[in-house]
């Protein structure tokens, strides 16, 4: 069964190793091409993310390296590799080719300057979050203490989103932020994010987030990230299941779809430990739902819902 994925990190990887991985096959990376192949992903997001130690006259430098090596080495060296740039590319899909759509995973690179964000639209990033957990000059993430929500830039980072039908991201965001975007925004998504009434991490949507994005029109992908499956940091494929259940019970049976986060976590689901294996979970959820539903959570609720089409 073909699966939709929000959400990796494997441009961090193939930047920080500066060409030293080939992402066709290279072992360190979890979502490299073989083991998408294997897993039968046939769409893979791909994140830019920079990390929080990078100072911030060097982030959108770093930024538009990533985007480099998801143009010559994910796209350029791989002709299966196709670049999802419009939400009507996801129909023309062959058979044996994979889908590669660019997000933003925290909006640190852009500074101030919404003239980036269109440059970053224009290569083709169609999801934009916020935040990563700290802190920036559009919100305050999920780790920050403060717990503020949008700021007037981060206002106009979701109304650029809304006119050019991307979508904006709440995963990392913190509380309040969430309950703003879920206001402000046409297209609200939560690309790599779980139920925080089974798992109490801030990272979590809690149950009432959960029924608003929903009536919203959103979709929640889930996260294969221990920690965010359950408090002890061992997960096994049915207790990420249990997740997926959980947002049933709230309603959003149509609106529930996968965010491994490889490349981005260094603990593992049992038997889920790279792309490889994804098949392992699509098998686990045909024991508890109907196929049709199954085929949902995998990729068919995101195509139904994507800007342009279901909103």
């Not at 083991?35 to 039968?40: A, D, E, P, S």
């Not at 350029?76 to 933003?104: C, R, Y």
């Not at 780790?143 to 995963?171: C, M, W, Y």
């Not at 206001?183 to 009432?208: F, G, Q, V, W």
Request: net charge negative.
């Amino acid at each position: 069964m073909n699966i939709i994925d929000l959400h990796c990190d494997a441009l961090m990887k193939l930047q920080e190793a500066k060409g030293k991985l080939r992402f066709a096959d290279a072992p360190e990376l979890q979502t490299n091409k073989t083991r998408l192949h294997k897993g039968k992903v046939k769409v893979q997001c791909f994140a830019i993310f920079i990390e929080p130690e990078i100072k911030g006259d060097q982030k959108f430098q770093v930024a538009l390296e990533q985007i480099d090596y998801f143009y010559k080495e994910v796209l350029g060296k791989n002709p299966d590799m196709v670049h999802i740039k419009e939400w009507s590319d996801f129909d023309w899909l062959k058979i044996g080719q994979i889908g590669a759509m660019l997000t933003l995973e925290g909006v640190d690179a852009l500074g101030n300057d919404l003239t980036k964000l269109d440059i970053l639209y224009r290569l083709g990033v169609r999801s934009v979050g916020l935040t990563w957990n700290n802190a920036n000059l559009a919100a305050d993430g999920a780790g920050e203490p403060r717990g503020a929500g949008l700021t007037l830039f981060g206002k106009e980072i979701v109304e650029f989103n809304n006119k050019h039908q991307n979508l904006t991201d709440v995963s990392h965001l913190s509380d309040k932020g969430i309950w703003e975007v879920i206001e402000l925004a046409k297209y609200p998504i939560a690309s790599h994010s779980n139920a925080r009434a089974l798992c109490h991490h801030p990272r979590n949507l809690t149950d009432e987030q959960a029924r608003a994005m929903f009536a919203k029109g959103g979709l929640i992908h889930v996260v294969y990230h221990p920690p965010f499956i359950k408090e002890s940091g061992e997960a096994t494929i049915t207790d990420l299941v249990k997740h997926i259940d959980h947002f049933c019970s709230l309603g959003g049976v149509k609106q529930i779809g996968l965010g491994s986060d490889f490349d981005g976590i260094s603990t593992f689901v049992t038997n889920l430990e790279d792309a490889s294996k994804s098949q392992n979970l699509i098998n686990e959820l045909l024991k508890h739902f109907k196929e049709e539903e199954v085929r949902g959570f995998a990729s068919q609720n995101f195509l139904d819902l994507r800007p342009g089409v279901g909103r």
